[in-house]
């Protein structure tokens, strides 16, 4: 992604971290694909605006990030090369960041007559040995998923340092910080998939539980109904009793996450109903909730 993580976001590069968060709720409450179905752009923006927040909410990515750039993510081996070059005496590196930052934060670097992906090739492809083994993968990849992907599960294409592609399947019922064993086999050795699951701007998750909120008019409160409530794979009707109060909480059981390796098990859906007034009440509404109020007071109609 070549995209400057902080333009992304609209944040300047010395944004503290609640700036961060708040410009990435905001910006995901207006992208995120139940927000907008069937639109591959803001679909696509929604993805780059998770990249953006999973690097800078990140205390040690983001510093990879602002000296590196782009290649941010091959910080460890860059850094790693450097300290084996000045331990056998030769040239040390430094490099300018990849980012969009109108300047450099590191010392100018010579490529001893190497271009920039030279220099990248021969760390990548060669590191780690004086003869040119390659080097390993990497023991832990970082995948994205939205909530409906961690309830369902989700496949996502890794690249292997040998070139290849590797589809690989995230199971449903992983929460942030999951991590997935994955074979990958072909003398690449195995390795994790660090799981971020996406805030999503309906449901809070709390382990197998979600947690959200549904307006109800005042009057269906008072006098009851039915009323339909979003979940994560669709809507169900939920009856409201008379003279339910404001803040009421309903549990709906099995339409919560289902649990990781028991897919069949699934928490319950707690919804909060939050009375809804009406915005401008015409003369005659306004009447009725004058004799509503004398009648509740105890004074003649």
């Known amino acids: 992604m070549s995209a400057n993580y902080y333009a992304l976001l609209g944040v300047a590069r010395d944004a503290t971290d609640k700036d961060i968060r708040q410009a990435y709720r905001k910006l995901a409450r207006q992208y995120h694909p139940d927000v907008n179905p069937g639109d591959p752009d803001a679909e ?16 040690d990515k983001r510093r990879k990030y602002d000296k590196y750039g782009d290649r941010w993510m091959h910080a460890d081996e860059i850094e790693q090369a450097d300290a084996q070059a000045r331990s ?14 109108g300047g450099h934060n590191g010392d100018n670097f010579d490529l001893g007559g190497l271009g920039s992906d030279d220099l990248f090739d021969r760390l990548f492809n ?17 995948v994205d998923i939205t909530l409906a992907e961690a309830a369902e599960g989700a496949t996502r294409m890794v690249n292997l340092p040998d070139g290849r592609r590797l589809e690989v399947r995230v199971p449903p019922g ?28 309906r449901f809070e998750r709390k382990g197998k539980d979600l947690y959200s909120e549904v307006e109800v ?11 339909t409530v979003p979940t994560l794979t669709g809507r169900v009707a ?30 319950s859906l707690y919804t909060t109903v939050k009375a809804v007034l009406p ?5 005659e509404e306004q009447e ?7 009648l509740r007071t105890g004074q003649k109609v």
Do not use: C, W
């Open 44 to 59: 696509e923006k929604f993805k780059q605006i998770n990249e953006a927040h999973g690097v800078l909410s990140d205390s």
């Open 88 to 101: 056998r005496g030769r040239s040390r590196y430094h490099y300018y960041s990849e980012g969009d930052f």
């Open 126 to 142: 060669n590191f780690g040995s004086e003869r040119g083994t390659p080097r390993q993968a990497p023991a832990e990849y970082q």
């Open 174 to 201: 992983v929460d942030t910080g999951s991590r997935v064993h994955i074979p990958a086999g072909g003398g690449d050795g195995d390795f994790y998939l660090a799981v971020t699951v996406i805030e999503h701007p």
């Open 217 to 227: 008019p005042v009057d269906d409160l008072a006098l009851g109904a039915e009323v």
């Open 238 to 267: 939920l009856t409201i009793p008379p003279g339910t109060q404001n803040g009421r909480r309903f549990r709906m059981a099995g339409q919560g996450m289902p649990e990781l390796n028991q897919p069949a098990s699934k928490g």
């Open 279 to 283: 915005s401008n009440p015409g003369p």
């Open 288 to 294: 009725l909730f004058r004799k509503l109020r004398d």
